[in-house]
């Protein structure tokens, strides 16, 4: 357990820029203009409630998979089960906590974090999922750029594992090949006048290759990766 109670301090306590998601619910819940972030911080955050506080840095506290990354060594060694979780959140409220937010103008403010904000972070940490082997070798392998959108593709839909991952691809290379059919294919005319306007029957307007270029590489990406999950 205290693995993971250094671990997870270390990660939250690390000085990091406060969000503009954060920044911009402060101005339109609280009425905080950017100058006066750091008397708020100090002076009147103690005062909101529990549910105040986690709408506030939800974006802030809710780990990215690239953040959830940095615990991916740990994790190698043990796991932590949910029902552990619990008792991990008590230690680090206990400890206290202490996050270090760096605001635009560059000073950071110590806010000691309550038991709903640091419960956030490591609920959604996933301590007790081992990164599967194919997806782990992809990943150490130094992908080419075009392939790192794989953290993108997890974060957005958190397969369960490596076998779920593998039965979403083919549905997703088929709406890739039916949005590049699309761009290569302008839109019908919704009036005949317009329909004149851009040559009548031979219609003047290109395809968008940028938008093609953009889904050829996913298509091509997700190629290789069923290619890994399958050997």
């Known amino acids: 357990m ?22 911009d619910h402060l101005a339109s819940h609280c009425s905080v203009s950017r100058d006066a972030l750091g008397e708020f911080f100090s002076r009147e955050l103690e005062a909101l409630e529990d549910y105040e506080i986690d709408l506030m840095f939800s974006a802030q506290f809710t780990p990215a998979l690239a953040r959830q990354a940095v615990f991916s060594e740990l994790l190698d060694r043990q796991t932590l089960p949910a029902a552990e979780w619990p008792a991990l959140v008590r230690l680090l409220v206990a400890r206290p906590t202490v996050a270090r937010l760096v605001t635009e103008d560059g000073v950071p403010h110590a806010l000691r974090l309550r038991e709903v904000t640091v419960e956030r ?62 761009a290569a294919s302008p839109k019908p005319f919704f009036a005949a006048r317009v329909q004149e306007l851009h040559g009548g029957g031979r219609d003047q307007r290109h395809q968008d290759n940028s938008v093609i270029s953009v889904k050829q590489r996913e298509l091509e990406f997700l190629g290789r990766l069923q290619s890994v999950l399958s050997a």
Do not use: C
Not at 2 to 23: I, S, T
Not at 170 to 181: D, R, S
């Open 2 to 23: 205290q693995a993971f109670v250094d671990a997870v301090a270390a990660e939250l306590e690390r000085p990091q820029p406060l969000l503009k998601q954060v920044v």
């Open 121 to 182: 972070f490591v609920t959604r940490l996933n301590l007790d999922v081992v990164l599967p082997d194919p997806l782990g070798k992809l990943l150490s392998s130094l992908p080419p750029a075009e392939d790192r959108a794989l953290l993108k593709l997890m974060e957005t839909y958190q397969p369960k594992d490596a076998a779920d991952l593998l039965a979403r691809i083919p549905h997703w290379q088929e709406v890739l090949k039916t949005e590049m059919l699309s």
